[in-house]
Nanobody
Framework: QVQLVESGGGLVQPGGSLRLSCAAS????????MGWYRQGPGKQREMVAS???????HYADAVNGRFTISKNNAKKTMYLQMNSLKPEDTAVYYC?????????WGQGTQVTVSS
């Protein structure tokens, strides 16, 4: 059974940084493409960044140049380094396979960017 647990969210001022973590169990990260997603207030969930099994990355235009996705296969953990945060980055952030699988969504971690 796949379990994905997000952590690292919080309240940060505009321009600040956060690093999110996704602890994975029941899945080998090197075998799958994985992604970070977010759902802002009143918005649909959207893909933020993805990383293939071999480490190739892709970013949504809104975060390109500010966010970095990475993973440590041995630690079974994926990360999202978020820099130069903006109020519009406020959302619940989730990790999942890419494309996302309905059975694998976790609780997410709240990121709030506000002064």
């Amino acid at each position: 059974q796949v379990q994905l647990v997000e952590s690292g969210g919080g309240l940060v001022q505009p321009g600040g940084s956060l690093r999110l973590s996704c602890a994975a169990s029941g899945i080998i990260l090197g075998f799958y493409s994985m992604g970070w997603y977010r759902q802002g207030p009143g918005k649909q969930r959207e893909m933020v960044a993805s990383i293939t099994g071999s480490g190739s990355t892709h970013y949504a235009d809104a975060v390109n140049g500010r966010f970095t996705i990475s993973k440590n296969n041995a630690k079974k953990t994926m990360y999202l380094q978020m820099n130069s945060l903006k109020p519009e980055d406020t959302a619940v952030y989730y990790c999942n396979r890419y494309p996302g699988r309905e059975t694998d969504w976790g609780q997410g971690t709240q990121v709030t960017v506000s002064s």
